[in-house]
């Protein structure tokens, strides 16, 4: 009986409706399947490590992009912000 309740929380999560276990599931394990053969590779001895040079120029550009689109979600928020305030504001008098 204790090991049948112990299973019911799995059965349970891929039930309901909105999980998203089962979209997410392959690629979680077709990651865990990659890190196993990189591991692998590696233990045996092979090179599996990237230059760091490579990385520098994309990782700057994404970094530039997140921040520009950041600055941008912000000022469309705020001029939201203040007329939600002054509609309360309004209701509230009434």
């Known amino acids: 009986m204790a090991t049948e309740e112990k299973r019911e929380w799995f059965r349970v999560l891929v039930q309901i409706p909105a999980s998203v ?3 997410i599931a392959p690629r979680v394990l ?3 399947a990659f890190s196993l053969v990189v591991s692998g590779l590696a233990t045996r001895g092979w090179p599996v ?3 760091i040079e490579s990385s520098i120029v994309p990782s700057l550009v994404l970094g530039l992009l997140l921040v ?3 600055n ?3 000022e469309r928020f705020w001029p939201l912000d203040k007329t939600s305030a002054v509609t309360s504001l309004e209701f509230d008098y009434f």
């Open 68 to 70: 520009f689109r950041t």
């Open 72 to 74: 941008t979600a912000y």
């Open 21 to 23: 276990l089962p979209a």
């Open 49 to 51: 490590s990237l230059p």
């Open 30 to 32: 077709l990651c865990c």
